[in-house]
């Protein structure tokens, strides 16, 4: 019998793994998503989603999902015991404009986001296998061959490990994770129902001598995501009674109390990046490739557009374009995990709460690198005049797996996946403007011939 085959295998099914399935489906990719665990995780963990994430959201047609339960940070407000002595923002507040339509972090449990994801999955004929294990890889020139938990060999083109930090994947291909683990800096993470605690406000205690707590409402829930700092040496418990007991030492309040442990984990702090994101066939992405400080909400944000990145190249490279294409995963999101690792450990090391346009990750380019052509930039959203007299928005064009090609003039050329619109200015002139699936500008030329030089690299 011969063994299954498939385009891609995406070992992981978090938020990264997912959004690259999603990706892959739309783009009529076949893929198999294989999840160890028996079950979706219910944890809030990463709970606060980028404006640019919100945009790669938009783009994969599930924003509406998001923002119809998501909501802005509210304030966080300092006690000792009863107490207010501080208030401030973590984001300061803002309002949607042409360019910028999703100004703000917006607070979207985890284990949400991966159900949204699912459900796009679902609609485009994927879903996960859980319970499922990547127990070995083998790799030949031609493709890679996955022995699964359950037995099974597979055979794909490709494989993508988003299988978290500890990836077994990289771990077995010997692709170090340098950085790293602050053993002493560990904090209890859990989601907590509570009575007695108004939901209008990021609640934060701190008792000297005793340490720090803090809860914060999970939006579109009745429960709440405690954080907690540990000493050294203070082995957390997987129980109600355990996390009451702190809560209630730290925060010293009688009137409130926890009523239900949903899940828990121990985080300790880990600042780590791949020294490759590649090795012959398979892929790193996500924590599997760096892995962050909590601080400025940066990991699963930078995972979800490592899988925004790596999409479409997969998805032209099997369909014919150049293998070389696939290099420039790396070359592009590397360095934005490193500068991302930088800023988070930043934040980190001076506790500061406060969040600027420098994490929202609006400003990441891929100027300079080798598939930049005269580019490399985020393109904004906004309206554009079309040559007909017409008006539409940016993104409207933008939305799906297609390239995009603003002109001044009618484009002859044959490339498939290739939207020509002729538009006025800022993208029109006498310029040919093409911008990538991943809403960054390829190349902007005024040359018909250095713009077929481009589309035959990655089309």
């Known amino acids: 019998?011969?063994?299954?085959?498939?385009?891609?295998?995406?070992?992981?099914?978090?938020?990264?793994?997912?959004?690259?399935?999603?990706?892959?489906?739309?783009?009529?990719?076949?893929?198999?998503?294989?999840?160890?665990?028996?079950?979706?995780?219910?944890?809030?963990?990463?709970?606060?989603?980028?404006p640019r994430t919100q945009e790669v959201f938009d783009d994969l047609g599930v924003i509406g999902r998001v923002l119809g339960v998501a909501t802005p940070y509210p304030p966080l407000r300092f006690r000792l015991g009863r107490v207010p002595v501080w208030q401030t923002r973590m984001h300061r507040p803002a309002r949607p404009t042409d360019a910028v339509p999703y100004p703000t972090v917006m607070m979207h449990p985890q284990w949400r986001t991966e159900a949204v994801l699912r459900e796009r999955l679902a609609e485009l004929g994927g879903k996960v296998e859980y319970g499922t294990a990547l127990t070995g890889i083998e790799q030949d020139a031609h493709g890679v061959r996955a022995t699964l938990g359950t037995g099974e060999t597979v055979r794909a083109r490709y494989l993508v490990a988003a299988d978290g930090g500890k990836s077994p994947v990289r771990k077995s291909l010997g692709i170090g994770f340098t950085g790293e683990t602050r053993e002493?800096?560990?904090?209890?993470?859990?989601?907590?129902?509570?009575?007695?605690?108004?939901?209008?406000?990021?609640?934060?205690?701190?008792?000297?001598?005793?340490?720090?707590?803090?809860?914060?409402?999970?939006?579109?829930?009745?429960?709440?995501?405690?954080?907690?700092?540990?000493?050294?040496?203070?082995?957390?418990?997987?129980?109600?009674?355990?996390?009451?007991?702190?809560?209630a030492e730290r925060s010293m309040l009688r009137g409130v109390r926890l009523t239900e442990l949903l899940w828990s984990s121990l985080y300790r702090v880990n600042i780590r990046l791949a020294d490759r994101y590649r090795s012959g066939r398979v892929f790193l992405a996500g924590d599997a490739a760096h892995v962050h400080?909590?601080?400025?909400?940066?990991?699963?944000?930078?995972?979800?557009?490592?899988?925004?990145?790596?999409?479409?190249?997969?998805?032209?490279?099997?369909?014919?374009?150049?293998?070389?294409?696939l290099d420039t995963y790396e070359e592009e999101r590397r360095p934005v995990a490193a500068r991302m690792l930088g800023l988070s450990t930043d934040l980190h090391d001076k506790k500061s709460v406060k969040r600027d346009e420098e994490t929202y990750q609006l400003s990441l380019s891929y100027?300079?690198?080798?598939?930049?052509?005269?580019?490399?930039?985020?393109?904004?959203?906004?309206?554009?005049?079309?040559?007909?007299?017409?008006?539409?928005?940016?993104?409207?064009?933008?939305?799906?797996?297609?390239?995009?090609?603003?002109?001044?003039?009618?484009?002859?050329?044959?490339?498939?996946?290739?939207?020509?619109?002729?538009?006025?200015?800022?993208?029109?002139?006498?310029?040919?403007?093409?911008?990538?699936?991943?809403?960054?500008?390829?190349?902007?030329?005024?040359?018909?011939d250095e713009l077929a030089g481009y589309l035959a690299m990655v089309v």
């Not at 739309?26 to 809030?44: F, I, L, T």
């Not at 009745?222 to 957390?236: C, E, M």
């Not at 995972?303 to 925004?308: C, I, L, P, S």
């Open 1 to 50: 019998m011969s063994e299954p085959t498939t385009d891609v295998i995406v070992a992981g099914a978090g938020p990264t793994g997912l959004t690259l399935a999603v990706d892959l489906a739309r783009r009529g990719v076949s893929c198999r998503v294989v999840e160890q665990a028996a079950q979706p995780s219910g944890g809030s963990k990463g709970k606060g989603l980028q």
């Open 184 to 247: 002493e800096e560990r904090a209890a993470l859990a989601d907590v129902r509570a009575e007695g605690l108004g939901r209008d406000h990021i609640h934060a205690w701190a008792r000297p001598g005793k340490g720090f707590v803090a809860l914060y409402p999970m939006a579109g829930t009745d429960t709440f995501q405690l954080l907690a700092p540990l000493r050294p040496g203070v082995v957390p418990e997987d129980t109600l009674a355990w996390y009451q007991r702190l809560f």
């Open 293 to 325: 400080s909590p601080a400025g909400g940066q990991g699963l944000n930078t995972g979800v557009q490592d899988a925004y990145n790596l999409g479409w190249k997969l998805a032209r490279v099997l369909a014919g374009a150049p293998e070389e294409l």
């Open 367 to 448: 100027r300079g690198g080798s598939l930049a052509g005269h580019g490399g930039d985020r393109v904004p959203d906004g309206r554009v005049r079309l040559a007909d007299g017409t008006e539409a928005r940016m993104f409207d064009l933008l939305r799906g797996a297609h390239f995009t090609l603003l002109s001044a003039e009618p484009w002859n050329g044959s490339a498939p996946e290739v939207r020509a619109y002729r538009v006025a200015e800022p993208y029109g002139g006498e310029r040919y403007t093409l911008i990538r699936p991943d809403g960054h500008v390829g190349i902007s030329t005024s040359s018909a």
